[in-house]
């Protein structure tokens, strides 16, 4: 018989702004004892170095993370110019120096170049697989590999600060898979002088942004209270991005089986990825097919 996971069934989104140095699988594991949840995760992993808003999502919500990883995020971020690493940031080996230095018109006009669909090759140093391995373990071991480049979406790229000669602060607006030190390292190839990332913030991710974020000090002062529970945000916030149709009663029930249901929708197409909503709460996601909501994942009851 299979154990019964422990912990509350509890559905929400809790978002976090993420300190440096902890993982982003640490700080879940931290929020779902804060909060004595049976299920949780994250939508978009932080590196430990990262900081910056993490949204966790907890009970039925997990199910709506797709939505979020899918979807737009921003970062803003440091890049230090003149010198490369090993692993696109500061916490890597220096491998090659530049005394060169762009002016602010030459980046404006390199960052030019990524916007759009782009192809960007990952890190050496990241949970990339290849043959089955994470791509860090390898490159750890010394091991001479080749990523090879992977579609990304960039939205803008904005040049938004330049301390000194050494240092210029971009935002970054992408798509899903993007990785902000391949974007410094080849930002600082383009322009000759070479470049790696000191610092790096997520600012928004989807419909979340930090005005939400709850501080891993005030998660930890508010552990096991019900003050916690009402930092949660519905999780029909993560579906902000997906068409909503409305259903009755019988519908819900029936989409709630996995079955097809009536829905009542505007402006959706054959095939439309929607979800299906009964008195403001979640029922079902799926496919919308002449009046019907044909469903690929089910939300229970949260309320």
């Not at 299920?39 to 932080?46: E, Q």
């Not at 071991?141 to 330049?162: K, T």
């Not at 930092?231 to 149709?245: M, N, Q, R, T, W």
């Not at 990825?273 to 949260?302: D, H, K």
Request: net charge neutral.
């Amino acid at each position: 018989m299979a154990r019964q996971r422990k912990g509350r069934d509890i559905s929400g989104w809790l978002i976090i702004d993420k300190p440096i140095g902890i993982t982003s699988a640490a700080l879940v594991n931290k929020a779902k004892w804060a909060l004595g949840a049976k299920k949780a995760g994250h939508a978009g992993t932080l590196d430990p170095e990262a900081t910056g808003l993490l949204a966790l999502a907890f009970g039925e919500a997990t199910k709506t993370v797709p939505y979020i990883t899918d979807a737009l995020k921003a970062y803003e971020f440091t890049v230090r110019l003149g010198q490369e690493t090993n692993t696109d940031d500061g916490e890597g080996e220096l491998t090659r120096q530049s005394d060169a230095r762009p002016s602010d018109a030459d980046i404006k006009n390199a960052l030019r170049s990524f916007i759009g669909d782009i192809e960007q090759v990952p890190p050496k140093f990241s949970a990339v697989k290849i043959d089955g391995q994470r791509a860090y373990k390898l490159a750890r071991s010394g091991a001479d590999i080749a990523l090879e480049a992977r579609p990304l979406f960039v939205d803008s790229l904005l040049l938004i600060d330049r301390p000194d000669a050494d240092h210029v602060v971009l935002e970054l607006t992408c798509g899903k898979g993007g990785y902000v030190r391949a974007i410094a390292r080849d930002l600082g190839q383009k322009l000759g002088c070479f470049g790696h990332v000191v610092q790096l913030r997520r600012i928004w991710s989807g419909p979340f942004d930090l005005d939400q974020a709850v501080s891993i000090e005030q998660l930890e002062a508010l552990a096991k209270t019900p003050e916690l529970d009402h930092k949660l945000v519905p999780l029909e916030a993560g579906l902000s991005d997906v068409s909503e149709a409305r259903c009755t009663a019988e519908s819900a029930a029936k989409l709630r089986n996995g079955n097809p249901g009536l829905v009542i929708a505007q402006n959706l197409q054959y095939g439309d990825l929607c979800w299906a909503s009964f008195e403001g709460e979640a029922v079902a996601i799926g496919r919308y097919q002449a009046g019907m909501l044909y469903p690929n994942r089910v939300i229970l009851p949260t309320r």
